[in-house]
């Protein structure tokens, strides 16, 4: 008898909390997800719908849709202008960062972010490119560095919906926080949250704190690694201000080989992170792509 | 700072390094007209206009001969002078700006007569007020370089005071908040091997140890003094203590009075409300800082991260589109952090605007 009263006692429980816990309706939400495929530095391309498997807090789900190349870039770019850039550094960087803005294609758009210890919004998205040029040209270098809060808030100021278009957000730093109020793993909260996809450019030539640990110069940063996996991207280090052009230009190459694909989530609770896994079929590479998304309540 | 004010302050932070050949008026007369502007408006960037375009070795040569006519009041105004506009260009050039603060040192250091004789005919009286001016004049001075986290410059600047005032709470709580200030980049999560993590840890806790030695000392001096009572709660939970960090914000809270402490303890307590989980209590204290400091980047950024954490990621973007689409471009933004020792500069500005 009690054992009787504590299954119904159960299901009546199960059947509450699927009530309270409402799912997805098909065909009303959609997640898209970027994904980079590659064969060492080569992207792979012409793979199709069935090459890929997604899960979805380990619920496989089918894609509705893969594109590559075909979504216009809204790129929102988030360059470092502290005073450790002063000099050549920055000339190298105005340089790279101009030759990737004139290699976008006429659909793409573009804002522009610099951080040194104020955080700010030079120009905001925009398909016109001289704005963004005339800017780059007039970047100055000066004061400390707060990676974390412009990241935070370039973060909040991407698109509420993407529309037709992929936002990404590119980052170039040349060194650790040390200004910012909040902490890195604020940052990376947020940026699991956003649901953007964030690609690195480091300049590892980072004389923090060379005096005191030694060895430590020029090592790559911990917090931008976690930063890039968390956003789904990839991660380049410079180890010069003249390899800063090259890598710009392999950055907009892997932006422009990855696929976006799109499914309406099902068979999921609705609230909540989202464990996203992408794998492949009949195909071989290696995927790069955001590790979930954060679904709030409706 | 209005941004037209700020415009002409960055046209004077140019002029450090510039060397221009212009028609030659009375230097002297010029600067000392200038000087009277100041004092008059309470307004550096318009007084500095008539010198705009004057180099380092023209204000070199002026400001020598202003030093050697031994007027106390006049060197006393033009050492206020740079010291305001040295504030105003902190942010936009800190080499320009510690040009400016250099030349005035060099004025408030000459308040002490370099005739020995005549030396020792002031009284003690006036002997204490020159040493508070000057202390105070290089503490302010410091704090500017605090503010945009020159903390070399600050901690060079901050022991020349202590030379003239050793027992000055204020040049205490500036030395702590340096050593705070220089704890921020040792991030032991920033490195990867136990060893290093280790030593990056020992040199954190190091520098907040003294700063918590630095604000005591202050305490014990100036019980009541808000900043170093804020920022001795902010040490403490920055090393663990999580009551007494409580219970020291919650006191400097009451008794700030100037809107940069209220915004000091509204951040601080946010932070610790928010370690503890208490969402609500976060936001209520970081909405407290924005309203003592609408622009300050650190309270906007705060506060949106805690309304996302709520579960508001609208409101977050909403904070954040706000200020960054909202900024005047010559916006001063060190002026926000809450460094800058204002009472010292409140305290030298009513002795010479009139």
Request: charged fraction near 20%; avoid cysteine.
């Amino acid at each position: 008898m009690r054992r009787l009263v504590a299954g119904i006692a159960a299901v009546l429980a199960s059947v509450t909390l699927s009530a309270q816990q409402p799912v997805f309706r098909a065909a009303v939400d959609v997640v898209r997800v970027d994904v980079s495929v590659m064969n060492g530095l080569h992207p792979v391309t012409g793979l199709a719908a069935d090459n890929f498997v997604l899960t979805d807090n380990g619920v496989p789900q089918a894609l509705s849709s893969v594109s590559l190349d075909t979504v216009p870039l809204n790129l929102m770019m988030v360059l470092d202008t502290s005073g450790s850039l002063a000099g050549e550094r920055l000339t190298h960087l105005i340089t790279a960062a101009n030759g990737l803005v004139k290699s976008l294609k006429p659909e793409d758009t573009v804002s522009l972010f610099t951080f040194s210890t104020p955080v700010r919004l030079v120009v905001k998205t925009t398909g016109d490119r001289a704005p963004i040029l005339k800017a780059l040209d007039e970047l100055v270098a000066d004061g400390s560095t707060s990676i974390n809060d412009a990241i935070f808030l370039a973060l909040q100021h991407r698109p509420p919906d993407a529309g037709d278009s992929r936002p990404v957000l590119l980052l170039f730093s040349d060194g650790r926080d040390t200004s910012s109020w909040l902490a890195s793993k604020h940052v990376i909260e947020a940026t699991r949250r956003s649901g953007l996809v964030i690609h690195v450019i480091e300049l590892v030539q980072d004389q923090w704190m060379a005096g005191f640990l030694g060895g430590m110069q020029g090592r790559p940063s911990r917090f931008l690694d976690d930063l890039a996996r968390a956003g789904g991207g990839r991660r380049w280090f410079a180890k010069s201000p003249g390899d800063l052009r090259e890598l710009f230009g392999k950055a907009l190459n892997e932006l422009r080989a990855r696929y976006l694909l799109t499914y309406s989530p099902a068979g999921v609770t609705r609230e909540g992170w989202h464990d996203v896994k992408v794998t492949l079929k009949s195909a071989r590479g290696d995927v790069t792509a955001r590790p979930g998304y954060f679904a709030s309540a409706p | 700072m209005s941004a037209q004010s700020m415009r002409v302050a960055v046209a004077a932070a140019a002029v450090v390094a510039s060397v221009s050949l212009q028609a030659q008026t009375p230097d002297v007369a010029a600067y000392r007209d200038a000087v009277n502007t100041y004092v008059k408006t309470g307004q550096p960037a318009k007084a500095v206009e008539s010198l705009i375009r004057w180099d380092r070795a023209r204000l070199d040569a002026v400001v020598k001969e202003i030093i050697a006519s031994g007027d106390a009041a006049l060197l006393e105004s033009a050492a206020m002078l740079h010291l305001d506009i040295g504030i105003a260009i902190a942010g936009i050039s800190t080499p320009a700006s510690a040009a400016y603060f250099d030349l005035g040192e060099q004025l408030i250091a000459a308040l002490v007569p370099a005739n020995p004789d005549v030396r020792r005919q002031l009284s003690a009286e006036r002997s204490a007020e020159i040493a508070r001016i000057r202390s105070t004049w290089l503490g302010v001075a410091g704090s500017a370089f605090l503010s945009v986290h020159d903390t070399p410059r600050a901690r060079t600047t901050v022991r020349k005071a202590r030379e003239v005032a050793p027992k000055s709470p204020a040049l205490m709580t500036i030395l702590g908040s340096i050593d705070e200030t220089e704890s921020g980049p040792f991030n032991p999560d920033e490195v990867e091997s136990l060893a290093a993590k280790s030593r990056v840890d020992r040199e954190r806790t190091r520098l907040l140890l003294s700063a918590q030695r630095w604000y005591k000392d202050a305490l014990e001096i100036e019980p009541d003094q808000p900043l170093a009572t804020i920022r001795l709660g902010r040490t403490q939970f920055l090393l663990g203590d999580v009551q007494q960090a409580s219970q020291l914000l919650e006191r400097g809270r009451v008794i700030a009075k100037e809107p940069a402490h209220r915004y000091l303890a509204g951040m601080f307590l946010g932070a610790l409300q928010q370690h503890q989980k208490d969402l609500p209590g976060a936001r209520a204290s970081y909405t407290a800082a924005l309203a003592a400091a609408p622009l300050s980047q650190n309270a906007i950024v705060a506060l949106a991260y805690v309304e996302l954490l709520s579960g508001r990621p609208d409101q977050a973007q909403s904070l954040a589109r706000g200020h960054l689409g909202s900024l005047d471009p010559d916006h001063a933004w060190w002026a926000f952090t809450g460094l800058i020792d204002l009472d010292g500069l409140f305290w030298l500005r009513q002795r010479v605007r009139k």
